[in-house]
């Protein structure tokens, strides 16, 4: 069982205090809202805290779950928006794919509530039978051999965001980071591959034998907007180059878990739109639910 037990008000205490440290909006009664409508998801999950290196970007949280939980039904239940959220429906599609097997992952803003639904998919998945799902627009299906010629054929989560209409697939690569990769991936959303000092970070920080990969697509118009590389709990104290914003993150975001996960991802898109994502876990001993998964982590041995 977790070392540390979730307590909401604790926990908007500990917002207040990472919001204002970021220079992040945050809502004390939207927080509360969002606290009761997944109370158990909070109490029995895993917690985390995200944010970027955006001036004056959002704060976000996100619980993990253990067990199958319709969170998009709860949802709807409380309101937050319809039952026919064309977004809402593709992750509910996604999540049907392996019965008894998927499980939802919810992120919030810290001002604004719900914005985002992940699914885990419990296991590697074939990436065509993630684009063969119902809803799937027909030109992200259309990816499936671009995908399959840069190595991308196995999805481990999947993710819809509500605020921006997007569509996440997150592949398990099948080797460590290399130079022609990156080249290759800046293709699909028409950016730059990396600059020599952050592929250096990303080379230093990312799994060796494979790291996860994020590909962004608008629902609406199938276009990628933007891919990203992941890399899941970096080795104790160290960090790659970030600005003062994420330092201060990772400095005041309490972290209330035996075994702390500071992660971070690297985000490319168009001009001008490259930025940095940094996590940090928060309670329900994060990093033991992400070797359950077999999550691809840069330190993957133990404290």
Same mark, same amino acid.
């Given at each position: 069982m977790p070392v $540390?037990? @979730?307590?909401? =008000?604790? /926990?908007l205490r500990d *917002?207040? *205090?990472t919001a204002d440290a970021i220079d992040a909006a945050y809502s004390p009664a939207v927080t509360r809202r969002m606290l009761e409508v997944y109370e158990q998801s909070f109490r029995d999950g895993a917690v985390l805290w995200r944010a970027t290196d955006k001036p004056g970007g959002a704060l976000n949280y996100r619980f993990y779950e253990r067990r199958p939980v319709d969170t998009v039904g709860l949802a709807v239940a409380a309101g937050l928006f319809g039952a026919d959220n064309e977004a809402a429906r593709l992750i509910s599609s996604w999540s049907a794919l392996y019965p008894g097997e998927s499980t939802q992952l919810c992120d919030f803003d810290a001002a604004r509530g719900l914005v985002k639904t992940w699914v885990y998919l419990g296991g590697m998945r074939p990436l065509d039978d993630i684009l063969a799902a119902e809803g &799937? %627009?027909?030109?992200?299906? #259309? $990816?499936e051999p671009v995908f399959r010629d840069l190595g991308l054929e196995q999805v481990r989560h999947v993710a819809v965001d509500y605020q921006h209409r997007t569509a996440n697939l997150y592949f398990r690569t099948p080797h460590g980071i290399t130079r022609a990769d990156t080249e290759g991936f800046a293709t699909l959303a028409e950016s730059s591959p %990396? =600059? &020599?000092d952050t592929y250096t970070d990303i080379e230093r920080f990312t799994? %060796? =034998? #494979? @790291?996860? /990969?994020?590909v962004t697509m608008s629902i609406d118009t199938g276009s990628i907007e933007r891919v990203g590389y992941y890399a899941l709990k970096l080795p104790a104290g160290q960090f790659p180059a970030m600005g003062p914003r994420l330092t201060t993150f990772f400095q005041t975001a309490p972290s209330r878990d035996e075994e702390e996960m500071n992660a971070v991802a690297w985000s490319f898109g168009g001009p001008g739109r490259n930025y940095l994502k940094a996590e940090r876990s928060y309670c329900g001993e994060l990093v033991a639910l992400m070797r359950q998964w077999n999550s691809p982590m840069t =330190?993957? #041995?133990?404290h």
């Open positions: $540390y037990s @979730f307590m909401p =008000d604790q /926990f *917002l207040e *205090l &799937v %627009p027909a030109r992200i299906r #259309g $990816y %990396p =600059d &020599v799994a %060796p =034998d #494979g @790291f996860t /990969f994020s =330190d993957a #041995g133990g």
